[in-house]
């Protein structure tokens, strides 16, 4: 529950008392009114800016990060951790609106010195921080700012595209403007090395295969620290992977197909796939990643009872399997299964319930490993895949 507290001045922030914490969990982890706000007065001094008397408004920040506050001092915001008053976020509005960028009189050395400063003032620990970009970035005729940024790393890793730091600066005098500061992702445990480059594309193409997906060319390949979340397995099944919760060294590797960008995570100490991304591209060749290769299926009017088993050289697998890819995805919706479908190869199994009075093949449920996924897609079925179903059913 948010709870706000109006003070008249920053000026008066030392003489306020608050009777209560701000939460209810441990008292020991939430500093008091006049200590939070110290520390906001504390960073506004070190960056230059002024709150000039403003009231002051705090909110309580909600979920996932309970311990976070956010401040409103007039033309001043702030988003800072209440445990510790480490500055996650950080805006002069008013000096943001003066910005124009028609001239730059900062070099890129003053830059970096300010956006360093601001990172102390802010609190946060310069040893896992890497400067990554620093220049000018215009995005309007009239307004141009100068962007420091910054990367997390660890034991000389950096961490892949999650954890940043963004340092805004006013191009003609290298006053902060604001500071975005996202350092969420948990430390991974060890940081191993078994894999080489190579190994690691042979992985990553060899798994896209298993996909039904053909890997182009390999475009890059660096060692970084990800967030597993097994995209790919995900991709086609009408769910979204859960928010990642651990962190593990990989080879981040590129390639230019499917998609213009095709991007595969080879875990580097046990050469697991641990996850990637895609580009928006339309995709150079034909993909089919919801019915990849499979070697066996199984049908029947209940899961796992009066099944008919076919395998690669059965004529009816060859059929079906070919009527598959010209099914259009449509919008999953309930309905009463006539029969049930599981596909299977090397390490994946698809389970789908069929409704022949909707003409609909759904999703229940892949497996991939020890990883279950939940369908949430379906296609719309065609007079020829429905015909070839009921013969098999009615065998």
């Known amino acids: 529950m948010k709870k706000r507290l109006i003070i008249g001045s920053i000026s008066l922030v030392l003489m306020f008392v608050l009777a209560q914490s701000l939460y209810s969990g441990d008292a020991n982890a939430v500093q008091s009114s006049p200590q939070i706000l110290g520390w906001a ?33 007039g033309e001043l915001k702030l988003n800072m951790d209440g445990s510790t008053g480490q500055i996650h976020s950080a805006m002069n509005r008013a000096l943001v609106k003066q910005i124009r960028g028609d001239l730059v009189g900062i070099t890129d050395t003053q830059a970096n010195e300010k956006a360093t400063m601001c990172l102390q003032a802010a609190g946060i620990p310069m040893d ?12 309007a005729a009239s307004f141009a700012v100068w962007e420091v940024r910054f990367r997390r790393a660890y034991n000389g890793y950096p961490f892949h595209t999650h954890d940043f730091i963004l340092v805004t600066l006013d191009p003609v005098d290298g006053k902060v403007a604001a500071l975005g500061y996202n350092f969420r992702s948990p430390l991974p445990d060890r940081t ?21 997906l053909k890997a182009g060319t390999e475009l890059t390949a660096e060692l970084k620290i990800v967030q597993p979340d097994n995209y790919w397995e995900y991709l086609g099944t009408g769910k979204t992977a859960p928010a990642p919760t651990t962190s593990r060294l990989a080879w981040v590797l590129t390639f230019d197909a499917p998609w213009q960008i095709t991007e595969v995570w080879v875990d580097s100490e046990t050469g697991d796939v641990l996850g990637g991304s895609k580009s928006l591209s339309i995709p150079k060749n034909a993909v089919s990643f919801s019915f990849p290769f499979v070697d066996s299926m199984a049908i029947g009017k209940t899961v796992g009872q009066q099944e008919i088993h076919l395998g690669l050289h059965d004529d009816a ?27 299977q190869s090397k390490e994946r199994t698809f389970e789908f319930g069929y ?10 449920k892949k497996t991939y490993r020890q990883l279950e996924i939940q369908g949430n897609t379906a296609w719309k079925t065609t007079p020829d895949f429905d015909a ?7 065998r």
């Not at 409704?355 to 229940?364: G, T, Y």
């Open 41 to 73: 007065n504390q960073f506004f001094q070190s960056v230059g800016w002024d709150p000039a008397g403003a009231d002051c408004v705090m909110n309580a920040a909600s979920e996932p990060h309970p311990n976070d506050l956010d401040l409103t001092i």
């Open 128 to 139: 896992n921080v890497v400067l990554y970009s620093s220049g000018l970035a215009r995005y």
């Open 192 to 212: 191993v090395v078994n894999i080489d480059k190579d190994p690691a594309v042979n992985k990553a193409t060899t798994y896209l295969a298993g996909l039904g």
């Open 317 to 343: 697998f060859k059929s079906l399997t070919s009527q598959l890819s010209k099914l259009e995805s449509c919008r999953s919706h309930d309905c009463k299964f006539s029969s049930y479908m599981s596909l």
């Open 355 to 364: 409704s022949a009075k909707d003409h609909l093949l759904v999703l229940l």
């Open 388 to 394: 070839l179903l009921l013969k098999c059913v009615s």
